[in-house]
Nanobody
Framework: QVQLVESGGGLVQPGGSLRLSCAAS????????AGWYRQRPGNQRNLVAT???????TYVPSVQGRFTISRDNALNTAYLQMNNLQPDDTAVYYC??????WGQGTQVTVSS
């Protein structure tokens, strides 16, 4: 069955960086898009970034220029490099294959 497993979250100071990973299994990863969403406490889950099977990427304006989504098809893994993190980036981050499959989420906390 399809599995998506996120890792790489943690506590970081404002201005710091983290790299999230999403390890996919149970399907042909390279043929499908991947994306990252985040959910702040009390809020809905919102899209952050996407990467197509072709490698084309999209970002929401609030992370453009700070976050970079990428994929390694040989490792069946998607990444989200997050730089210049701010307190508003605090959330649980989830990866998805846009076929209603989600990982368990990884907590990112930005605080001094």
């Amino acid at each position: 069955q399809v599995q998506l497993v996120e890792s790489g979250g943690g506590l970081v100071q404002p201005g710091g960086s983290l790299r999230l990973s999403c390890a996919a299994s149970g399907y042909t990863f390279r043929l499908f898009p991947a994306g990252w969403y985040r959910q702040r406490p009390g809020n809905q889950r919102n899209l952050v970034a996407t990467i197509a099977a072709t490698g084309a990427t999209t970002y929401v304006p609030s992370v453009q220029g700070r976050f970079t989504i990428s994929r390694d098809n040989a490792l069946n893994t998607a990444y989200l490099q997050m730089n210049n993190l701010q307190p508003d980036d605090t959330a649980v981050y989830y990866c998805t294959d846009f076929r209603e499959n989600w990982g368990q989420g990884t907590q990112v906390t930005v605080s001094s």
